[in-house]
């Protein structure tokens, strides 16, 4: 089974609010990588994350990843319509990839 | 260039029968994956291959499933039979390196559709 957990399921912004996604582990993560999935659409990649604390920003997305390698988070400054879509963590556990069960993204303009 | 490739996009089929994707990774990719999405939730592994050496087939349910990757380049996953509890996406992906996930690449998936 899938052995990150992601909060919350579900969110509902509106247009230029903040949003963000929280991918927790029990176990300490050797990195993490988060994927933007459209609806209708496929798994995108957006950034993979290795080091303790890391932050890294891409626009208006800032990636961190926690000091004991335990969680991550995604947040999106002002969001757009252009953001919908489900944000999924994955981890890397042994030699593949296991995913988040995501974070479904909606924005009401 | 082209990314992952994948067909047939929409498959519909009765219980019971067989039924086959085929997936192009992106070349130069050695590293090929087969995922499976059900409706709201992420990608699940069924099984890895490092050129054509399947290294990571511990998710495939076996008695129905099977995947090849003959000459290290396109795969098959076959189902049969197929059973309603298969409805899902079938996902392919790609990646450059090898002894750990990298960046992956998806194709745009086959939606399969058991009545």
């Known amino acids: 089974g899938q052995q990150v957990m992601q909060i919350p399921q579900y969110q509902h912004v509106q247009e230029g609010e903040d949003f963000t996604t929280y991918c927790n582990s029990s176990?300490?993560?050797?990195?993490i990588q988060w994927y933007k999935q459209r609806p209708g659409g496929h798994p995108v990649f957006l950034i993979q994350?290795?080091?303790?604390?890391e932050v890294k920003k891409q626009k208006r997305l800032t990636f961190q990843f926690g000091e004991a390698k335990k969680n991550s988070s995604l947040h999106i400054t002002a969001t757009q319509t252009t953001d919908v879509g489900t944000y999924f963590c994955?981890?890397?556990?042994?030699?593949?990839?296991?995913f988040g069960a995501g974070t479904i993204l909606r924005v009401k303009s | 260039e082209a990314g992952v490739v994948q067909s047939p996009r929409y498959k519909i089929i009765e219980k019971k029968q067989p039924v086959a994707f085929w997936c192009n990774p992106i070349?130069?990719?050695?590293?090929l994956y087969w995922y499976l999405q059900n409706l709201g939730q992420g990608p699940e592994l069924l099984i890895r291959?490092?050129?054509?050496?399947?290294?990571?087939d511990s998710q495939l349910p076996k008695d129905r499933f099977s995947a090849e990757r003959l000459k290290g380049v396109d795969s098959t996953l076959k189902i049969q039979p197929a059973e309603l509890g298969d409805s899902a996406v079938y996902l392919c992906?790609?990646?450059?390196?090898?002894?750990?996930?990298?960046?992956?690449?998806f194709g745009e998936g086959s939606r399969l559709t058991v009545l």
């Open positions: 176990t300490t993560l050797s990195n």
């Open positions: 994955a981890e890397s556990y042994g030699n593949k990839l296991v």
């Open positions: 291959y490092e050129n054509e050496e399947a290294v990571d």
């Open positions: 994350l290795v080091k303790s604390g």
């Open positions: 992906a790609s990646s450059l390196t090898s002894g750990g996930p990298g960046e992956l690449f």
């Open positions: 070349s130069g990719h050695n590293t």
